[in-house]
């Protein structure tokens, strides 16, 4: 089981060294996550699509989202655990 909470690099250009960097940060961490999700059985991906990596003001809405997304996901995971 994973869970993907990973934003889409931003696609804006920028000449802001910092904001490169965490652009670069990003793309790296993106390709390193998608190396590890494809190993998993199931991948649950809340829908976020309007919050960032580092949105902390937005904690309410990702746990409503996480749990909207397991509980769609309830089903394959109980069909892999069955005997």
Not at 57 to 73: C, L, V, W
Request: proline share 6%; net charge positive.
């Amino acid at each position: 089981l994973a869970i993907d909470i990973s934003s889409r690099p931003e696609d804006a250009k920028t000449s802001d060294l910092l904001k490169v960097l965490l652009q670069t940060f990003s793309i790296m961490g993106k390709s390193i996550s998608q190396l590890e999700l494809a190993q998993a059985d199931v991948v649950v991906r809340p829908a976020l699509p309007d919050v960032g990596s580092a949105e902390f003001s937005a904690r309410k809405k990702s746990i409503e989202a996480g749990r909207a997304a397991m509980k769609q996901a309830l089903p394959q995971l109980k069909a892999l655990m069955a005997p």
